[in-house]
């Protein structure tokens, strides 16, 4: 039981560059949510997916698109990316209670 | 306009001392809050949580207490340890929201 995985864990990217990040879990959870986090704003929701088909924009959206491929995987993708979007990105998964559970991160720069 | 603040951006504790983390927020509609706990270079985990209807609730050295009044709650560590050295983000919700807001973090150092 793995809990929730992401890859990759580390990227570097050119500006104007695509990739997408994966993220699957394996907790049978209905919902699944991608954060960024960055120094002094704590985690900030980019876009969720509250069951299999449907998603949602979180917070900061802007630059971002996510696909929930089936109920364990939810990919967010960088179309072209900025500087702006270097930061970390953490998949989570909660369970009915609200208790978030977190994949390791992505460790992202974009130059 | 962050609906959930840590004011402290971080703190430094003496090993076997008390560590209280602070939180507020803005958003009378939360009923639901948690505490995570993240190391680097590893995602949070869930820590501990407490619902509106009470006012403490306690896990082994862990206890977080609730203020609604004041839209306040904090999370006391006892005795701190080393190993408790870590970033520490309040975070809220409510029966009425589909999303949890999460507070900048407050990055504890335990000396020993």
């Known amino acids: 039981n793995a809990g929730v995985t992401q890859t990759p864990k580390f990227q570097v990217l050119k500006t104007g560059q695509s990739m997408t990040l994966q993220c699957a879990q394996d907790?049978?959870?209905?919902?699944m949510y991608w954060y960024r986090q960055d120094p002094g704003m704590g985690l900030r929701l980019i876009y969720y997916s509250a069951s299999e088909g449907t998603t949602d924009k979180g917070e900061v959206p802007n630059g971002y698109n996510v696909s929930r491929l089936n109920k364990r995987e939810f990919s967010l993708r960088l179309e072209s990316a900025a500087p702006s979007q270097t930061s970390v990105y953490f998949c989570?998964?909660?369970?009915?209670?609200?208790?978030?559970?977190f994949g390791p991160g992505t460790r992202l720069t974009v130059t | 306009d962050q609906q959930v603040k840590q004011n402290s951006p971080s703190l430094s504790v003496q090993e076997g001392r008390i560590s209280i983390l602070n939180c507020d927020y803005t958003n009378s509609m939360f009923d639901y809050f948690l505490w995570y706990k993240k190391y680097p270079a590893e995602g949070p985990t869930f820590l501990i949580s407490i619902s509106s209807i009470k006012d403490k609730n306690e896990d082994g050295r862990f206890t977080v207490f609730l203020n609604k009044s004041a839209k306040h709650l904090s999370l006391h560590i006892v005795p701190s340890q080393p190993g408790d050295s870590a970033v520490y983000f309040c975070a809220a919700t409510g029966t009425s929201y589909d999303k949890v807001i999460f507070g900048p973090g407050t990055s504890l150092s335990v000396i020993p």
């Open positions: 989570a998964s909660p369970s009915g209670t609200y208790e978030q559970y």
């Open positions: 907790m049978n959870h209905n919902s």
